[in-house]
């Protein structure tokens, strides 16, 4: 609609990053799996990453990759294996005590992906948004409570809102659903939102309305958003950067065009192969069919390596970390980012 | 490829499914029209609740109360299925004419083998030879890109995407004339996805069945279907050859619709979506079924329900294009 | 299902997949309950036995304590069920007990269906040791036979009356719903919106009272409807066999009576007989409101019927 609501192609490159809101380092979560073998499931793996202010970035990435692991992980919902996130510079993991990780929670807060799982049956809509901002702004008072739900409905697109407040979520369609879990993550008055997947299970037509309130809150509410999809349409709308992954690991990562139309890593070829859009030719496609991730006790190496066309022995011995394949653009992957010398780990062996 | 001159091999008229409900009898298929040739490949895209699945399952005869077919006539090698006994239907299903589900870990059994399953399918629609049996259910593994030795395998120890090439097998068993599918590739992965079209394309030239494949996401049958039949509210709004309907929209709705899918690699422009929810199919509105959320909605649009009129290449329900000619007013 | 689940209630009435909790009005319940003839009907039976342990008097003219008349007369205009061996009048009895064995049926209902929720639910949300310990004490009592408890009971506190009935009906019955609710509870435990209560920042008894419990209820209510079954059959059992006060007016003492006085060999049938039919019907209104529970709140068990064309 108005020019602010275009995409800001140059905010994206001036973003301040010196001063990240979220940034993780080395961030693992493993899951222990099957009774009397124990077998290790590597979600997340060595992920470096970093959110600055006001921007959007996209974690794209198919079932397995562990981007939605990731999403809970900076919710602290799940505590990390190994590694670390820091918040404004200060370390999560320092964070104890039920006010401080309250505090934590209103400032980044999460949105679900079911419109239908994600709010209460039993309650208004009302009563979700009152009981989050009783938690969270306890500075307000009944009529302030009132009107900041109100004022974060309509921003999310709900009107007239006090209609809304007395609704039950059954009588709301999935769009309306999810737009009141963005109203209430913004009641908080967070830094950060993290979607996890927050139109995949909505209509096609009913999308472009929740990803254009995702950009309105970044624009106008000066909120960051981590948008995690298995979506690159969407992505690409939406985000300034791009963070692709593959079983657990973080292979590619760069401004979303530049990600886009140059992409480095093979498995971000051969996403972006079989992406359709139905307005170009078909790509090329490979004769991948798309075998699921190995997580289970991956070990040393690239994950993508049985399926890449490119893979060379040193693809099996040592695992790709990401390097800089030209300004601002990472990937990890020891044949397409030109001089990356794999180290070779010492004890490795194989 | 257009099979121009290839004979109709399916002909629904009018087709009507309606679904009693305590609110009232929704329309979930209005009066539904259109021809199917040989080799066919058409696409019905649409959203939730616009009748696709239900005009699928119409066709096939598997509707259940509440929903039942109300009216037309589904003509099928040359017999009308809407009138036909179970008997008649049980000797058509399978040998002329499959079906592949939405969910394969729905729809196959998780504590039957693969070939136990097929073996089934097999024995249920005349064919109990086990040896005939075995040697085709290998083919059909392999023609779909499965190693027949999973022919041993159970559901859970196959991936989506085997999974559901499992299915698109086992509808191949008997070679039918047509296939109905209903959002295969929905459950999977974008590469999977890619890779399950190309194989449902290929398998189709080799083997000239025709299909009616069922998805809300119009993109995906974007490069590989002959046609497109878009569906709002019960109702066949446009249909039309693919390329056509991609490249110029007719209908408002399926404008709205393509405009909702932000290009990957075009330029990047603010995209609106069509505002507004679908019409309740008890209570709907006077007139075109679209209007209250048209752009381009005028008067003339809650006058009367538009009827499905010829306009170039396509059929198409929208005052604007009525007697084939476009209108602007 | 479809993975693009909706964009409005396209179909009629359509409700979320956790439709089960029908918020709302009490019309709404009132009209789930006129359109259902199971329902209707249970809560037919019901009321009038709500009326009569109410307004006894309203019914039976005599009063059912008074040994005044001839005893083991049969059924006649002046008594419809005849007297007893004690010259009492059977009808006022019958009416007049009404009251007792409701009030334990549903105290003990109520009491038992509130220990399963604490158990089961807290079991489930908890987790961990807590569970372990809260199922394995669920399925001691389980497993715990009920009549040879009564008899160890009984042997101690023989005249106990009501109280030890209702503690004995809440020890043995609470253990089968405790099992049915840590089972649903756990089924929605890591739904999305249990988990954006926590996140939102609300104290874990407060996700299991306001959050959890508010979507249990249709299970809460049946369980309730059906451990007041088995306390309305169960205490005429223990009634039956002397446990609890026989000087009080209830159908199972009145059993207890009958059997002691040999009512059916003596001619005096009705006396045997009818406590045990009230019993029944008490019970039938139970189940039948329990069936239709069942429906209202899971449309797919609703029977379907077509509309005519």
Redesign the interface.
Known sequence: MTEAEKRPQDGASNLVRADPVLEARGLTRHFRIGGLRGHTLHAVDDLDMVIAEREIVALVGESGSGKSTVARLLAMVYRPTSGEILFRGRPVSSIRGRRRVLAYRGQVPMVFQDPFSSLNPAHTIGYALVRGLKLHRPELDRRQRQAEAERVLAVAGLVPPAFIMSKYPYELSGGQRQRVGFAAALSYRPKLILADEPVSMLDVSIRIGLLNVMARLREEEKVSLLYITHDIASARYLSDRILVMYAGHLVEQGPTDDVLHNPVHPYTRLLLSAVPDPRAEMSVTSADVGEPPRVIDPGEGCRFRWRCPLATDVCAEVTPRLRSASPDHEAACHVTVPGSVPRVVAGTGR | MTPAESRVILEVSDLCVDYASSSGTAKAVDQVSFELSEGEFLAVVGESGCGKSTLLFAIARLLSPPAEVSGGKVVFSGQNMVAMSDKALRALRWRDLSVVMQSAMNALNPVSSIRAQFFDAMKAHGESDPKVARARSQEVLSMVGIDPVHLASYAHQLSGGMRQRAMIAMALLFSPELILMDEPTSALDVVAQRSLMVQIKQLQAELGFAIIFVTHDMSLVSHFSDRVAVMYAGQVVETRPTRSLFDNPLHPYTRGLLDSFPSVYGPKVLVEGIPGSPPDLTDLPVGCNFSPRCPRATERCSAGEPALCEFDDALVRCVLYEGGTAGGD | ?????????????A?????R?R??TVGGLARAISSNRKATAGLVILVVFCFLAAFPGVVAHDNPHAEIFAPALGPSAAHLLGTDAYGQDLFAQLIYSTRESLLIALVAGLLATVLSVIVGVTAAYIGGLVDNVLSLVTDIFLVIPAFPLIVVIAAYSKNGGDPILIAVLVVTGWSYGARQLRVQALSIRD???????R????RRWRVIVS?ML??M?SLIVAIFLGTTLYAIVAAAGLQFVGLGNPDTLSWGTMLYWAQNNEALQAGSPLWAIMPGVCIAMLGAAFALLNYAFDEVSNPALRP?R??R?
Request: charged share 20%.
């Open positions: 299902m479809s993975t693009a689940a909706l964009s409005g209630s396209a179909l009629p009435g409700k979320t997949p956790l439709g909790f918020t709302g739904r999305d919106f249990l988990v954006a209560a996140l939102r920042g609300e959050e508010p979507t209820t379907v077509r509309r064309k």
